[in-house]
């Protein structure tokens, strides 16, 4: 099985040949055991194209049981409930660590821990999203049985976004060294704006949210009722017009909340590694899980009052890592660390001295 599993997912340069004998033009293929150190910013595992054909089913396979596809759509409009929300997400979480230990049998340690650390931080990063989701949600009144195919249509469009800004990310990396200073410049504004720019946040969330007067209206004509589960209806006393209910409104404004939180996430973990596959398969990953942790910690994301300082705390750590990288070596295992003690700390700070108590959030 270890045999198989090279097999699929090293590249052919990763195989040396020799002649079985002088007479035979057979050749036998012998693995060579080297893997380039991913854990070091511009180096990776070389990976054929079989892994990323193994990677796109296990993902499409998952995501066809996550949705029920393999078994109808019977709970479509039902509420989901806290402890499924909590069990689905335990899936996606068990999923991505199942695919870690596949990387340790494949790539080895180093190449594993590179990657749980990645996945590690795109999951700390993504409960950013889960206060503008909140917000988002809460602002344009949307109903909890609806929130759940806004934020399914949201996370697919967010995983061909993040495939472009990764890839775009990596080739400016690799073509022009000074990018890096750009990329830590985002990654040290994005921690401010989580510590001292939630005011503003908030406001441009509302006024995007506002039917009357978002930007959104410029693009399509908006209607403010909801037409089940329609984000686009045809309105009779407007010709057949095509026009927009409050649900497109909010898949809009998280398509592009996303590419802006994407805009410091992605630098991120470039600072920990290059390697496209380890990058791109870690957010994956995070972004998959994220329409469950919603569900999970839309109810009590406000109590954490001190997370978004953890999480800003972890952004600088990362964005000097980058700023850094040429004079300092940091080792995964520190990186790793540092996310969990700052998630850790942020929690436990959050428990020993709470806040007023938020408004309670609508949840599915």
Request: proline share 4%; glycine share 8%.
């Amino acid at each position: 099985m270890t045999l198989f599993l090279h097999s699929i997912f090293r590249s052919p340069d990763q195989v040396g040949c020799r002649p079985i004998d002088d007479h035979c033009p057979r050749y036998e293929y012998v693995w060579l055991w080297e893997v380039e150190n991913a854990s070091t910013p511009g180096n990776s595992v070389h990976v054929s194209l079989w892994a990323w054909v193994l990677f796109g089913t296990l993902v499409l396979l998952a995501l066809a049981l996550d949705l029920e596809l393999l078994h109808g759509k019977r709970d479509e409009q039902r509420r989901l409930t806290l402890r499924a929300a909590a069990l689905r997400n335990g899936a996606w979480v068990a999923l991505a660590l199942l695919f870690g230990l596949g990387v340790l049998a494949v790539y080895g340690q180093a190449a594993a821990l590179t990657y749980v650390t990645a996945y590690l931080l795109e999951q700390s990063l993504s409960i950013d999203n889960v206060f503008v989701f909140v917000l988002i949600f809460s602002e344009l009144r949307i109903p909890p049985a609806q929130q759940r195919s806004v934020l399914l249509w949201g996370v697919l469009g967010a995983l061909v976004m993040r495939a472009l800004l990764i890839g775009a990310g990596l080739l400016l990396l690799n073509r022009f060294h000074w990018v890096v200073y750009p990329f830590a410049a985002l990654i040290i504004f994005a921690a401010f704006r989580l510590v001292w720019g939630k005011q503003k946040e908030q406001e441009l969330v509302v006024a995007a949210c506002s039917i009357c007067n978002t930007w959104v209206a410029r693009l399509i004509p908006i209607t403010p009722q909801y037409h089940g589960g329609s984000f686009v209806v045809r309105q009779a006393d407007r010709g057949g017009r095509l026009v927009a209910t409050p649900l497109l409104v909010a898949l809009i404004i998280i398509e592009t909340t996303d590419i802006v939180f994407a805009l410091d996430s992605v630098p991120a973990v470039l600072a920990i590694t290059r390697d496209p596959f380890i990058v791109y398969t870690s957010n994956i990953f995070a972004m998959l899980g994220l329409r469950s942790l919603y569900f999970v910690l839309a109810g009590v994301v406000d109590r954490f009052r001190y997370l978004r300082v953890g999480l800003a705390a972890i952004l600088i750590f990362f964005g000097a890592r980058l700023l850094l990288g040429d004079v300092l070596e940091v080792p995964t295992g520190v990186s790793l660390g540092v996310i969990a003690a700052g998630l850790a700390l942020s929690v436990a700070a959050s428990i020993k001295w709470p806040g007023p108590s938020a408004r309670p959030a609508s949840s599915g």
